[in-house]
């Protein structure tokens, strides 16, 4: 069926909303919640459309759910699905993490959501092992690429740079697939990784909106890497060279990003409601995600040109199945700390199976986990 663009828009932004108020578990949640929806149920790409996005989130800097919200509004609707995706995507967010920090400057603690977190960590990680099994079964075409996927999952656990993993892994599958093929080179769209060159020197400095915002705008142009690296980033800004922070402050900020839904960069929401406001808030979150957007812009369009090139074809076949290596990566250590008793282990079972035999909608196993959770806190 045909649907006119004031329709596409329509279902963009319905799509993302509800993932800005849902979806739990951090970047690799997001991305399997959103593989769930625009492939398996609506049908907007394939897998390897999808992969392809994924992949190309990947090579550049800023939060990769949000990224990949970004372009699946494109395919979807264009140009305007671009913007209507990711405002719809980080806005609830942003209310939720601002709600939270009035809040925490009124009372002086964060709220605790421990026992909501309980029930639907491990319906998380379930729904990211589902969707790493069907990219999974696209992105590995041979050993080559279950042997550099594997490798760099090992390599992530021994805390190898990401960035790093990431590019080598496309060389490598780029080079053995081309190998006969050296001799020249087909001519494509070179994808080089951006850096921090440009990086603003801060000082010690009263508080300013302009400082606030350029500070963030630098954090969402050059950070690779997980929530991790961003606590990093944020630390080095505003504890150590502005001086704006405290170690504690700094602390709740990260922990309140990571336990609400939506992407974990609304850290920077609450950092610019405790320094400035609501006037901060808003400066802090335009900063950080304005880089993504205009990323994501540029590298979209570019994307069925690296497809069509032999040799970065297979570049990207190499980035994709090394992403999915951190994925899985990733997902070990987020089950680690998810699925610490029984009870835990079960929920994640329980949403496996609801899945997989009945391909029950992610949103409903989330709120299903966080159901359990709530129980569960009431008559223990």
């Given at each position: 069926m045909?649907?006119?663009t004031?329709?596409?828009?329509?279902?963009?932004?319905?799509?993302?909303?509800?993932?800005?108020?849902?979806?739990?578990?951090?970047?690799?949640?997001h991305?399997?919640?959103?593989?769930?929806?625009?492939v398996?149920?609506?049908?907007?790409?394939n897998?390897?459309?999808?992969?392809?996005?994924?992949?190309?989130?990947?090579?550049?800097?800023?939060?990769?759910?949000?990224?990949?919200?970004?372009?699946?509004?494109?395919?979807?609707?264009?140009?305007?699905?671009?913007?209507?995706?990711?405002?719809?995507?980080?806005?609830?967010?942003?209310?939720?993490?601002?709600?939270?920090?009035?809040?925490?400057?009124?009372?002086?603690?964060?709220?605790?959501?421990?026992?909501?977190?309980?029930g639907?960590?491990p319906?998380?990680?379930?729904?990211?092992?589902?969707?790493?099994w069907?990219?999974?079964?696209?992105?590995?075409?041979?050993?080559?690429?279950?042997?550099?996927?594997?490798?760099?999952?090992?390599?992530?656990?021994?805390?190898?740079?990401i960035?790093?993993?990431?590019?080598?892994?496309?060389?490598?599958?780029?080079?053995?697939?081309?190998?006969?093929?050296?001799?020249?080179?087909?001519?494509g769209?070179?994808?080089?990784?951006?850096?921090?060159?440009?990086?603003?020197?801060?000082?010690?400095?009263?508080?300013s909106?302009?400082?606030?915002?350029?500070?963030?705008?630098?954090?969402?142009?050059?950070?690779?890497?997980?929530?991790?690296?961003?606590?990093?980033?944020?630390?080095?800004?505003f504890?150590?060279?502005?001086?704006?922070?405290?170690?504690?402050?700094?602390?709740?900020?990260?922990?309140?990003?990571?336990?609400?839904?939506?992407?974990?960069?609304?850290?920077?929401?609450?950092?610019?409601?405790?320094?400035?406001?609501?006037?901060?808030?808003?400066?802090?979150?335009?900063?950080?995600?304005?880089?993504?957007?205009?990323?994501?812009?540029?590298?979209?369009?570019?994307?069925?040109?690296?497809?069509n090139?032999?040799?970065?074809?297979?570049?990207l076949?190499?980035?994709?199945?090394?992403?999915?290596g951190?994925?899985?990566?990733?997902?070990?250590?987020?089950g680690?700390?998810?699925?610490?008793?029984?009870?835990?282990?079960?929920?994640?079972?329980?949403?496996?199976?609801?899945?997989?035999?009945?391909?029950?909608?992610?949103?409903?196993?989330?709120?299903?986990?966080?159901?359990?959770?709530?129980?569960?806190?009431?008559?223990?």
């Amino acid at each position: 069926m045909n649907l006119s663009t004031s329709q596409r828009l329509t279902e963009v932004a319905m799509l993302f909303l509800k993932q800005g108020f849902t979806a739990f578990g951090g970047p690799a949640a997001h991305i399997a919640i959103m593989h769930d929806e625009t492939v398996n149920r609506r049908q907007w790409l394939n897998d390897q459309d999808f992969l392809d996005l994924l992949g190309a989130t990947n090579l550049i800097p800023g939060p990769n759910s949000t990224q990949m919200a970004i372009h699946l509004g494109y395919v979807r609707a264009g140009w305007p699905g671009l913007v209507v995706a990711g405002i719809c995507f980080v806005m609830p967010a942003m209310l939720i993490v601002l709600s939270l920090a009035c809040l925490y400057v009124r009372y002086g603690a964060m709220p605790q959501v421990e026992w909501l977190l309980y029930g639907v960590k491990p319906a998380v990680i379930s729904i990211i092992a589902q969707a790493l099994w069907n990219l999974g079964q696209k992105a590995v075409k041979g050993p080559l690429t279950a042997i550099v996927g594997i490798t760099v999952l090992a390599l992530y656990l021994v805390d190898v740079n990401i960035v790093a993993l990431l590019f080598t892994g496309g060389l490598i599958v780029m080079l053995m697939v081309n190998f006969q093929r050296f001799r020249r080179p087909s001519l494509g769209v070179s994808l080089v990784p951006l850096t921090g060159a440009g990086a603003l020197t801060q000082i010690v400095l009263p508080f300013s909106l302009p400082v606030l915002f350029l500070t963030f705008l630098k954090i969402g142009a050059v950070l690779y890497g997980s929530g991790y690296v961003l606590l990093a980033f944020l630390r080095a800004d505003f504890v150590v060279d502005l001086g704006w922070l405290t170690d504690k402050q700094l602390i709740d900020a990260v922990a309140i990003g990571q336990v609400t839904p939506g992407p974990v960069f609304t850290t920077a929401t609450f950092i610019g409601f405790i320094l400035g406001g609501i006037p901060g808030a808003l400066v802090a979150t335009l900063g950080i995600f304005l880089p993504s957007f205009i990323l994501v812009a540029i590298s979209n369009p570019l994307i069925s040109r690296v497809r069509n090139s032999l040799w970065l074809s297979s570049f990207l076949d190499g980035v994709n199945v090394a992403s999915l290596g951190l994925t899985a990566a990733v997902t070990s250590q987020l089950g680690r700390a998810s699925l610490v008793d029984p009870i835990c282990i079960l929920i994640a079972l329980v949403s496996i199976f609801l899945l997989i035999r009945f391909k029950v909608n992610s949103t409903w196993v989330i709120a299903g986990g966080a159901i359990v959770g709530i129980l569960i806190s009431i008559f223990k």
